[in-house]
């Protein structure tokens, strides 16, 4: 299982404020796995303020 913390690496240099499409498409671009990717993909579609948003949203997914 991914944690917030592996998530967070590939979302280093993300552009806040920013959708969940946003995230995905930056995650890929950095290599993220599979499995990192299919977390992102189950957020809520809304748009993230910042990094600690990202990560209550992905500890609740």
Known sequence: MSNPIQMQKFL?????PCGKDDLVRHA???GADDQVL?????L???TYDGPNAVS???AGS
């Open 28 to 30: 890929r671009g950095q």
């Open 38 to 42: 299919r977390r992102l993909e189950e």
């Open 44 to 46: 809520p579609d809304r």
């Open 56 to 58: 209550e949203a992905y």
């Open 12 to 16: 280093s240099g993300v552009d806040y």
